[in-house]
């Protein structure tokens, strides 16, 4: 479904069972840029009335996300921290179309959010069947269901909203550049890294 042309090394699990802290910390500011994003979106595309009640929504659910993922921190002990950088989505967005017309920049940058929710969806999934926390893998199974469902909004929204560009081809694109840019990650406990 995802059609991602690199999977993640399992053993990635293992890595991150290191640093539960961590990947949690990371996890939770995810999260809050998600929320985020969706706000963005809603700000720089505000004429597009189906566009903003989606979003509203992504980001209420995101929040809600980030607070689940802080009550897991408190629970074991843990504090937030401090926010962390996420370059492989740094790395992503250097690909998304700078110029062209405004509907071609909104259909980046949905194209932009599809790709990191199905890269965490599949991390998520490579977390709840390889983690031997059974409580944080159940927890990532659930996120894992609705990432997929965040994944596939952003696609059908830049198919609905498109006027001109080829969205299948540029998605293309997309899980080309992807795949070059992930080769570098996996070697950390963070979410993306």
Request: hydrophobic share 40%; aromatic share 10%; charged share 35%.
């Amino acid at each position: 479904m995802l059609r991602l042309k690199l999977p993640t090394d399992p053993r990635w699990a293992k890595l991150v069972e290191t640093n539960i802290q961590e990947v949690l910390t990371d996890h939770a500011w995810c999260e809050q840029k998600a929320a985020s994003n969706a706000i963005s979106i809603v700000v720089q595309n505000s004429e597009y009335p189906d566009l903003v009640t989606e979003m509203l929504k992504l980001a209420q659910e995101e929040l809600e996300h980030f607070e689940m993922v802080h009550e897991k921190i408190k629970a074991r002990g843990f504090k937030l921290g401090l926010e962390r950088k996420d370059s492989y989505v740094n790395e992503l967005y250097k690909f998304m179309i700078s110029g062209g017309s405004r509907n071609q920049r909104l259909v980046d940058r949905l194209l932009f959010s599809a790709m990191i929710e199905a890269r965490s969806c599949e991390r998520f999934k490579v977390l709840s069947d390889n983690i031997d926390d059974e409580e944080l893998a159940e927890f990532y199974r659930e996120l894992m269901i609705s990432e997929a469902g965040h994944y596939t909004m952003f696609l059908r929204l830049a198919k609905e909203l498109t006027e001109g560009t080829d969205v299948d081809q540029r998605w293309r694109e997309w899980l080309d550049y992807e795949a070059e840019v992930i080769k570098n990650y996996g070697k950390e406990e963070t979410i993306h890294g």
